[in-house]
């Protein structure tokens, strides 16, 4: 399938940009946390 391919070249990616969110939410927690 054509997905599966897209989806191997995009899996780097995917992982960084969850990567990415998951250190905007734990930012945001501390930022909240502290304030």
Do not use: R
């Amino acid at each position: 399938m054509l997905l599966d391919k897209v989806e191997k070249k995009k899996k780097p990616l995917i992982k960084l940009m969850c990567f990415c969110v998951v250190w905007l939410i734990v930012a945001s927690l501390i930022c909240s946390f502290t304030s």
